[in-house]
């Protein structure tokens, strides 16, 4: 999805929840919800350099793990394996 989206939209997604609990922050998100494309991109890049992004990525990466561990516990053909471990690192790393 574009970057940028969930901010345009006020849908509250993690990397927005992290941000919401930073008061610096409460102005430059307010407008980038009401503003256009600038006023995005300077969020973006403000969470970006209070390292939101990283946390954020760091957080998908330890929730991959963990369900790969789970699916190592599990009886499950060769396949189906297969495509639930594809499918847990996909979703880690969407956002990369």
Sequence with gaps: KPA????RRGKKSFPLLLAAERPELEGLLTAATDGGAPQVETA???????????????????HAQRALAAIEGLSLDTNARHDLEAL?????????
């Design 4 to 7: 940028g989206s969930d901010l």
């Design 44 to 62: 973006i890049a403000r969470m970006a350099e209070l390292g939101l992004r990283d946390r954020t990525l760091a957080e998908a990466a330890a």
């Design 88 to 96: 847990a690192r996909r979703a880690a790393a969407r956002q990369r």
